[in-house]
Nanobody, 115 residues
Framework: QAQLVESGGGLVQPGGSLRLSCAAS????????MGWYRQAPGKQRELVAV???????NYAESVKGRFTISRDNAKNTVYLQMNRLKPEDTGIYYC?????????WGQGTQVTVSS
């Protein structure tokens, strides 16, 4: 069955690191662009990072230099390595697969950055 399943969220101190994973079915992972979005309390969902099937990546300015998106095509998995985390990074992180005629979302994983 087609699905996106996120994992790796949790509570971390400011300056710490987390690695999020998104496991996808092969049919969904074959979609050109995979990405991570996040939604903080009281705010709109925003794009964090995207990566194409060829490995080209793009990042929101707020996370550039701290986060790294990657994909393992053999495992049908996309990752988000988050370093030097800040309290404003707190939110629910969603995995996304987008194509010309399709758009899929995972259920989300909570990331909380707090002392």
């Amino acid at each position: 069955q087609a699905q996106l399943v996120e994992s790796g969220g949790g509570l971390v101190q400011p300056g710490g690191s987390l690695r999020l994973s998104c496991a996808a079915s092969r049919s969904i992972f074959s979609i050109n662009t995979m990405g991570w979005y996040r939604q903080a309390p009281g705010k709109q969902r925003e794009l964090v990072a995207v990566i194409t099937s060829t490995g080209r990546a793009n990042y929101a300015e707020s996370v550039k230099g701290r986060f790294t998106i990657s994909r393992d095509n053999a495992k049908n998995t996309v990752y988000l390595q988050m370093n030097r985390l800040k309290p404003e990074d707190t939110g629910i992180y969603y995995c996304n697969a987008a194509g010309d005629d399709s758009n899929y979302w995972g259920q989300g994983t909570q990331v909380t950055v707090s002392s």
